[in-house]
């Protein structure tokens, strides 16, 4: 299975989350990011549909797509 840049990046996150626990609320936050890249990588359509309709939904797809 090939890994587009999102997923690649939320499992590098991931990983580094996970190595540097000494910060339970950074973890936690930095966790949630990771899983959100992997699931926007793996199926970009749902995910940008499900955020949308979060408040600020599209502030906030607009601020991780500059971060990809």
């Known amino acids: 299975m090939a890994l587009n840049n999102r997923t690649k990046l939320g499992v590098t996150l991931a990983i580094a989350v996970v190595a540097a626990l000494t910060s339970v609320l950074i973890a936690v936050l930095l966790l949630i990011l990771a899983v959100f890249l992997i699931a ?27 971060l990809t």
């Open 40 to 66: 926007w990588g793996q199926a970009p359509e749902q995910t940008e549909t499900f955020v949308k309709g979060l408040p600020y939904g599209d502030s906030i797809l607009n601020a991780l797509s500059k």
